[in-house]
């Protein structure tokens, strides 16, 4: 992939993750000559969340593709930013104008193994431990399981609940990872919204977290958007 060289894909992690999620698709993008860097969210609000992204945008020197897991394609699909060529959805969330992160969440219903989550004191929302083996992750080893809960980062009530503007994914080609096995965001759910967006769709059975899961997965479909978005150059 020579013609990516100057081509830089920026990671966003969902809830209750970190950029320490995006480990084994760093390592095959780098494998694949794909440079790639994971932006570090807050997870405080959506616009403190869009503003933390593009100024990891801010930092690549060229064109990029953006790739939300869960939560952060809301994310991804708040900045205006030109450097943006592509989206990549893994198992995303894609409010539309006017609609929360909520409000698509919940537009099935919620499969039987999700976790009944609630805010905290401090208005943060944190994942029980038993969900990461019963809903977060269930594909990965015990270890795994046990290094995603001790590295979660809370998301907060504001990231979820703020109607979003015109999203990006209708101005920009888009690729959408369906998990079909995913026990946090349904399968149907995730169909709905990869359909209204047109995006590209691969779907394989998946559990919620397939760039710990299933890295090459991951990789595969951003290398497909990288070489789309060489080929339009």
């Not at 790639?36 to 064109?63: F, K, M, N």
């Not at 809960?149 to 703020?162: D, H």
Request: aromatic share 6%; charged share 20%; proline share 7%.
């Amino acid at each position: 992939m020579s013609s990516n060289n100057d081509l830089t894909v920026v990671l966003a992690h969902g809830a209750w993750a970190d950029g320490s999620s995006w480990d084994k698709v760093v390592r095959g993008l780098r494998a694949a000559g794909v440079n790639s860097v994971a932006a570090p969210l807050p997870l405080t609000s959506l616009a403190d969340d869009i503003a933390a992204l593009e100024r990891s945008i801010e930092r690549v020197a060229g064109p990029a593709v953006l790739v939300g897991h869960a939560y952060a394609g809301a994310v991804i699909a708040g900045t205006g930013s030109e450097q943006v060529k592509a989206l990549v959805y893994v198992a995303g969330l894609a409010p539309d104008e006017g609609e929360t992160v909520a409000d698509v969440f919940y537009h099935t219903k919620p499969h039987p193994a999700a976790p009944k989550l609630a805010p905290d004191a401090h208005g943060l929302i944190w994942l029980p431990k038993e969900a990461f083996a019963a809903a977060f992750a269930p594909h990965a080893s015990a270890e795994e399981q046990a290094v995603l809960f001790a590295v979660q980062r809370p998301i907060a009530l504001p990231c979820i609940g703020t109607k979003v503007g015109r999203p990006l994914w209708k101005d920009r080609p888009t690729w959408y990872l369906l998990a079909e096995a995913d026990h946090m965001i349904v399968s149907e759910t995730q169909r709905f919204m990869a359909e209204r967006m047109r995006a590209e769709v691969r779907s394989y059975r998946l559990d919620h977290t397939p760039s710990v899961t299933a890295p090459h997965m991951v990789v595969d479909i951003i290398r497909e958007a990288a070489r789309a978005v060489a080929t339009a150059r």
